[in-house]
Each structure stands twice: as structure tokens, then as C-alpha cells.
């Protein structure tokens, strides 16, 4: 077992894609999460999750380095890391190359790691520790070509080479090789992986550092977002796209699995799934920004998915659309710092949450409003999940955070089932519905609304509970001034707020998403996103110096690139959870949006 102190902070790593996967990279240089050629294939390097057996490919100086920096370059998604040594310092640039409209392709799909030495020459060596099917399999792979330049792996269906500039040796299952860097010159090192078309080429490095430069800065020159705390928006709005799965336009919530909400607990998810929740929540956020193509492909593979079944929904779905996702405990990996078990799959995919019919159907509606969408692919299965909110919205369900303790009846979900009707009423003449179908929305839209402000409200509390009828708090309460449901001004609102901060909130300013047992039986970190819902309350109560403070308060907590994690422990400044985090970067875009409104008195950005 390895130790807790041979892995790193979670807010040590840097990541890179290609939008169909991507590496995690310390600041030491080294990759210890990379799955290929998919988000949700096995991993081939997974350090992350067991420090002796995951995997890795390390760039290593001879004589001992220590952190210098790290950068991403300008708005690019191309990471930038320098190594300080007594003899000088190590720059190593990591960015793989985007693959955006390619289904199919004999092309490679390629990483690419670029070294120079900035001073003076230096020795290095480059160790690949292959760890195939989550570390279950190591395999040292072939030296081949003339120079001994090439390291060929296989296993299954998957091929990969390494191309380098000088020979590999093997040190046990580990391949090694020793270079002398020339100072100012640089040497590249290329992971080309493609399943069985990967072949020996003549690729041209730098030119391909370059279309990646150009590709991103390219994409990020779209963004329409003016307001305040930019970089901290374009950083997310980077972020949140390497998340997005080109081939399909569907989009993973986090690109690992299992890191813990508390160390040591038993909250270790896989995230590398396609919830339409949090899609539909970073939809919304990207097209805040402008990014309304990303929507489209996104509202396409819904499409897909529910073509020969409009009426049939799973909250989550593979990036391919499948519904197989059976959770799976990998025993031969402890977990990050020991924080077993690590799971595959999510067997949350068949609970029940009625949440996702009203998230769905504001997406669609912002992006019929704001994106020049249409509704002609979605109508039927818009037109399903309005039947279905209308004939199950008051049965139990396991709610936003997927509880493992039993069906309740969640305020929020509640909430959202409103949201559905409210926004399918808005959207009514392009769904092309008749009247008798507009008066049974609108009919149970109030019941619903009657049902949240009588049963959802708790005098004890003063403050609308998690659950019908329940006196415990839950944060997702923070939601119902944004989904204009209620104004933030509302006197219960402000209510709700003065009881979520006595209750909910940490000495630090963070938030928890509830107190109430789960039927997880262990801790977790506070939780980012509830904490941004508070800044986007305070900013629509016109508090613009609260919000702001807030805001600047928790975004210090990202690491020194601009990375957020899901939930953190503020008393130790350590991140906790799957990372970097959908959830939490979209909240970062959102808040800040709505801290620009907030002074114009603009309202909320959802809906209207």
C-alpha cells in the first residue's frame, strides 16, 4: 500500500485533452491520469488512484527539482511546466492535439510533451510505467525502429506508441530513456494512441503546438462575456470544453472516477458519465458566453438518444448513450491516499430524479430564446418529459444528490418539475401544441407551486425544508430565486438564506449541501456549488459588496492555474472530489454573470 504523503494534492494536477479524453499532470511533470482513447475507457496511467500500481509517464531530472511554475499558455488549453534544478531549469509543455468534428478517423489521436532546458544543459530521463485495464495489467511494450526510438504497447483493441529522441530501455515493466538537453533546444516526445490504425509517422511537433495554440484561442475569441472576473470565466469556459465529447456532443461532469469527498470516506464516485443534469446546467452556462453551437450538438445527442424512445429517460448515460453503467468496485486499486473503494460505473444511473425534466427544458428553452435554436428534434421528447412531470411530479424520488437512503419528496425536484411546465409553456407555439395540452400545464404548475409554498415551507425552520413535510435545510433552496419561482427579495427567501448560513455554512464561508442522513454513513467536504448559489442570491438582493467578497473568497480556493475540484475543506485549503469539476466551473461563470446583473438590477440569468 502506498503512503498517504506519495501521492499528491489534488490541486497539484493540470489537465490537457483533446475533447475526446485528457491527462492529468502534477507539477513535477508527471501524467498520472490518462484513459484512451476515451473519458471512460480503462486507464492506462492511473497513479491518481493507486500510487504503486496506477501508472504514470514522468519526466524526471538526475539531479533533484522542485516546482518552479506553471501556466496555462494565454487562453489555450496548452500547460506550461518549469522544473527548477541546481544545474538550471526543466520547462516541460503538455497540450494534446483537438480532435472537435472527427467520428471516425485513421488519424492518431496525440499527446504531445515538449522539453527544453531554459539554462544550461541538463540530464533527464522519461519513465512510461503502462498500467492497462486500471492497473490491472502492466505492460512493458516494444522498443522499435532503427534508434530504438519508438515504444510500441498493445492490449485488446488498443494501440500506442511513444516516439522519442533517443533509445528506450526497459527497467522491469517500466520503459526508460536518458537524454542530454541542449539548452535552448528543444526535444518532443509523442503518445500517438488510436486503437489498431496507430502507425509509425513523420509528425511535425511544432506545427502541431501550433494549430492547438490557434485552435483555442480561436474558440475562446467567440466567448461574448464582458463582465467581471474574466479570466476566471474564460479559464472555466476552457475548462468546461475539454469536458465536452466531440464525436457525440454529450459531456462528462468530472474526467476522473473515485476521488474521495472526504479522505478516507466511502464517497468515491465515477464521473465519467453523461448526466443530463450537469450537461444541461454547463449547457446553460457556455451559452451565457455565446457558445451556442456547443448546445446544439448537445440537444443533437439527446436527440439520439431518445430517438426510438422519447418517453424512456435515465438521469445519466454513457458518452456513447448507452444505459449499462453497473457500478463496479476495482479491489486491486486502494484509492487516492487510501480512500477505497474505487468504482467504475454509477449505479445511481437507474434511481429516479425528477429534477431533470425542468433542467433539460430550460436549457432548451435559453437556447431557443437566445441561440437561434429550434425545437424540431427535441419536440418529442420535450413533449415526453412534460407528459411525465405531469403525471408523476408528486411521487418520491432520490433527488439532486442522489441520496442512497430511501425515495423522499425533495423540494427541489418539486421545483424543477415547475420549471418543466413553466418553461414548456413558454415554449408552447414552437412545440406546436393545442390548448387543451397548455391548460393541463398550467393546471399543474400551480399545484405544484401550491404544494412548495405550503408543504416545502417549515415555520420552525423559517426557511423552505430539503423535503416535503421534512424540518431539515438543504442548499438547493438557493435555487428558487434563480429559476424565478420566487424574487430573491421575498421575505422567505431571505429567510431561507439566514438559516442556510446559521446551519449549512462553515466558519469559512463554505456551504454544505444538507445535514440529514443519506444512508452513506460518512463525511464529505463542503460543496462549491452551493457556495456560488449563495454569491448569486446575495448579487440578486443587490448585496453586490457581499457577493463580490464571497465570490473573490471562494475562488481563492481554486489551484494556481484556475482549477476547481467539487467540494473542498476549507480548514486544511485541500480539495476534495472528482476534478477538475463541471459543477464548480459553470457555478464560477454563473456567479459571475449574475454579480454583473445584479448591479444593473437585470434579475436572474435563467429563464425570464
Known sequence: MGKPSSYRPIESYGIVGDLHTVALIDRLGSIDWFCAPRFDSPSIFGRLLDSEHGGFCAVETVRPAVPDSRRYVGHTNILETVLSTADGRLE???????????RTSDDDHILVRRLRALDADLDVRVRVAARFRYGEDPVPGRVEGLDGGCLALDHDDLHLHFDGPGAWRHDGDTAVQHLTLTAGNAAWMLLAYDGKTTRHRDHQPDRMLELTRRYWERWIGRCQYDGPYRELVLRSALVLKLLIYAPEGSIVAAPTTSLP?????????????????????????LQLLGYHEEASDFMGWLERVHDRRPEDFQIMYGIDGRTDLQEQILPHLEGYMGSGPVRVGNGAAQQIQLDIYGEVLDTAYLHLRYGRGTL??????????????????????????????????????????????????????????????????????????????????????????????????????????????????????????????????????????????????????????????????????????????????????????????????????????????????????NSAAHIERGVSGEGPVRGG
Open 92 to 102: 516541460i509543455t503538455d497540450f494534446m492535439v483537438a480532435r472537435e468534428r472527427v
Open 261 to 285: 469527498e472526504w479522505i478516507g470516506g466511502a464517497r468515491n464516485w465515477d464521473y465519467r458519465f453523461t448526466w443530463l443534469r450537469d450537461s444541461a446546467f454547463l449547457i446553460y452556462a
Open 376 to 589: 424540431h428534434g427535441l419536440r418529442e421528447t420535450a413533449l415526453a418529459m412534460l407528459a411525465h412531470v405531469c403525471d408523476h411530479w408528486m411521487e418520491k424520488d432520490s433527488g439532486i444528490w442522489e441520496v442512497r437512503g430511501g425515495p423522499q419528496h425533495f423540494l427541489y425536484s418539486k421545483l424543477m418539475c415547475w420549471v418543466a411546465l413553466d418553461r414548456g409553456l413558454r415554449m408552447a407555439d414552437g412545440l406546436r401544441v393545442g390548448s387543451a395540452e397548455r391548460r393541463r400545464w398550467a393546471g399543474v404548475r400551480e399545484e405544484i407551486r401550491h404544494a412548495i409554498l405550503t408543504r416545502g415551507w417549515s415555520d420552525k425552520l423559517g426557511a423552505f425544508r430539503q423535503a416535503f413535510d421534512v424540518d431539515a435545510l438543504d442548499a438547493t433552496a438557493l435555487m428558487i430565486p434563480m429559476v424565478r419561482f420566487l424574487p430573491a427579495r421575498d421575505e422567505r427567501m431571505r429567510m431561507t438564506m439566514d438559516a442556510i448560513k446559521r446551519d449549512l455554512t462553515d466558519p469559512h464561508g463554505f456551504v454544505y449541501r444538507y445535514r440529514s442522513e443519506d444512508g452513506l454513513h460518512s463525511p464529505e467536504g463542503s460543496f462549491l456549488l452551493c457556495a456560488f448559489w449563495m454569491v448569486n442570491n446575495l448579487a440578486l438582493q443587490g448585496r453586490d459588496r457581499a457577493a463580490r467578497d464571497l465570490f473573490e473568497h471562494l475562488t481563492s480556493h481554486g489551484n494556481d492555474l484556475g482549477l476547481f475540484s467539487e467540494e473542498v475543506d476549507a480548514a486544511s485549503r485541500t480539495m476534495l472530489g472528482n476534478f477538475p469539476q463541471a459543477f464548480t466551473h459553470l457555478a464560477i461563470i
